[in-house]
């Protein structure tokens, strides 16, 4: 069964690559959904899979790529949207 996660990354998350490896990761687990950075400097990621694949993909989402800082990580379940890829919104 799947779940939509609303995600929301803080730290030194923009300028290190992370919505880039966000997407990669998403593809490779198979989560549908975007990732974008917001103006105050966090990222926010809208996430489509199952319990398994969210799991996994949270978990890759409290540390991020190479050079990010991930300082909090907070997520809701909400009501599903049928992505049908994951994209990179600017």
Known sequence: MSKHYNITVKGKVQGVWYRKSTQEKAF????KGYVKNLPNGNVYIEAEGNLD??????SWCSEGPQFAIVDDISFEETDMQFFEGFEILH
């Open 28 to 31: 490779s687990l198979g989560i």
């Open 53 to 58: 694949q969210l799991k996994a993909f949270l």
